[in-house]
């Protein structure tokens, strides 16, 4: 359909004739797969799993934080709320003149996309549990005092919540990969995306899209299968099921 | 039925459990700062051991006097004295059995059960030895590894009861425990209760709104009225023990029901005027 669409030069509304046809994105993977593909992806998924190891520690830390106490919701809050609606893009001055390497800034823009659905999920869970009456009535009414209620209730009752976070959080930090590596000098799949836009070169900037999305789609389902895995209490059965 | 009656010997003997309700009045301040009294000038004491039913239409507070005792509510005006204790705080020397399914979904039956042992730091060992004797009382040993979904509501409840008593409450606490399982379990349930009384002996306050049921457990009934909540009449029900379902049949049985239904009704009928 992509291609005949293409081949006809369809032109209402949507406009295919300058866009790459599948032949020619094909044709460019081949060659960008028998160039050694393999630098491009691994500083790419380097620079996403560092950007969200940081994101999801600190999102969740300070998630909890805020969730339980007002003082820290009070203090936090009203600055971070400041800085989620700032896209990636706009981050990409302060990043080269915030960090010493451009791998640095890389990092941090992905953690930028990362950061926030960890950390909203985070307080909304805790939220929500520590106001689960029953719940933490049932920890009151065994003994337990805040530190057991925070672990054995809290955080359990929390961690759907965080849970998908994470696997949203995922899924952001591969979103933010090609601005981020606006700042690349020479590999990553963002990179060659973006280069081959600045150079008019289309077929691997379809590519480079399609090879995004589809790592992205397999962290985001890696994270949702060991978030899972941490819950075996969790049985999700579905409306048809 | 038969997985329940495993074995009957008491576990525990217990030798305190009194409970004294001094003047308690519970009032909330609403939105528009309305003063709301939802119970009123309340006393009543409950001997060590004995198994009181608080029975009343809703509305009349018997939850927020259960609450006030577990120190989940403070009380606005009066106190309580569990052993001679003033209550200030939720704790462990009060067992509550909640209405609805209250185990902890991220943990098995048998780590539901421990929860209170572990709390307590007892070793492993011995917290293994009891939650496995607790949970062979009641017929769950089998299910202890599994999770509070995979259960049926009778199951649940069973679970609930054991993890409050292996504390060795002064008192065990229960707000219609019963109230959201069909009659057949619910009869189960009754019966394996009473029996676990009668081997624990522990003082047992239960809320209810079930007249049957109230005249079934209890040896005493207090029956609180509507508007701001109060006791209305103090019931002693005299049956003999053991107590059996079947019992709910008899003439006696019958004759006590009818005696608490015509107090209940006049306080339904008040609360259902405003």
């Not at chain 1, 081949?7 to 060659?31: D, G, R, Y």
């Not at chain 2, 993890?163 to 060795?168: C, D, G, P, W």
């Amino acid at each position: 359909m992509w291609q005949f669409l293409c081949a006809i030069q369809f032109q209402f509304f949507i406009n295919f004739n300058f866009l790459p046809t599948p032949i020619e994105v094909v044709k460019a993977s081949w060659e960008f797969f028998h160039d050694d593909p393999w630098v491009h992806f691994q500083s790419s998924i380097l620079r996403v799993l560092l950007g969200y190891a940081i994101a999801s520690f600190l999102g969740i830390i300070l998630g909890i934080l805020i969730g339980a106490w007002q003082k820290v919701d009070d203090f936090l809050s009203p600055p971070l709320e400041l800085l989620r609606p700032i896209p990636a893009v706009a981050w990409i001055p302060l990043a080269i003149l915030m960090f010493p390497t451009a791998e640095a800034g890389m990092i941090f823009i992905t953690f930028v996309g990362g950061f926030f659905p960890v950390l909203i999920s985070t307080i909304k869970g805790v939220e929500s549990t520590i106001n689960d009456t029953v719940l933490v009535r049932v920890g009151q009414c065994l003994g337990a005092k805040s530190w057991h209620i925070f672990k054995d209730i809290v955080i359990p009752g929390a961690l759907p919540s965080i849970a998908s976070g994470l696997v949203i959080g995922m899924g952001n930090a591969w979103f933010c990969l090609v601005t981020a590596e606006i700042l690349a000098g020479r590999y990553g799949v963002g990179y060659i995306t973006w280069e081959s836009y600045v150079t008019s070169n289309y077929p691997p900037i379809v590519m480079g899209i399609l090879l995004i999305g589809l790592m992205g789609a397999l962290s985001s389902w890696a994270v949702s299968r060991l978030t899972s895995a941490l819950m075996p209490w969790r049985s999700i059965k579905k409306q048809d099921t | 039925m038969q997985e329940i009656a495993v074995e009957s010997q008491p576990l525990t003997q217990l030798t305190y459990g009194l409970v004294e309700v001094q003047d308690l009045s519970v009032c909330f301040t609403d939105k528009s700062q309305n003063i709301n009294t939802v119970v009123d000038k309340i006393n009543f004491t409950v001997e060590p051991g004995s198994f009181v039913c608080l029975l009343g239409p809703s509305g009349c507070g018997k939850s927020t006097v259960l609450n006030t005792i577990a120190g989940f509510i403070k009380p606005t005006k009066g106190k309580i004295l569990v052993d001679e204790q003033a209550v200030t705080k939720p704790g462990a020397d009060r067992g509550f059995v909640f209405q609805q399914y209250s185990l902890l979904p991220w943990k098995t039956v048998f780590q539901n059960v421990e929860f209170g042992l572990r709390i307590k730091g007892i070793a492993k060992a011995k917290r293994q030895e009891l939650v496995a004797e607790y949970l062979n009382r009641v017929g769950l040993y089998n299910r202890r590894d599994s999770f509070p979904h995979q259960l049926s509501g009778g199951m649940k409840q069973r679970a609930s009861i054991v993890r409050a008593l292996i504390n060795s409450p002064s008192v065990l606490l229960m707000d219609e425990p019963f109230s959201a399982l069909d009659a057949q379990t619910r009869h189960m349930m009754q019966e394996l209760l009473m029996e676990i009384w009668q081997d624990f002996k522990t003082t047992v306050i239960f809320v209810t709104h079930d007249i049957e049921e109230a005249v079934l457990l209890g040896d005493r009934i207090l029956v609180m009225g509507v508007n701001p909540g109060h006791i209305k009449e103090d019931i002693a029900i005299d049956l003999k023990r053991p107590r059996h379902i079947d019992d709910t049949l008899t003439p006696e049985f019958i004759q006590i029901s009818r005696q608490v239904l015509a107090t209940i009704r006049e306080e339904t009928l008040k609360s259902m005027e405003c």
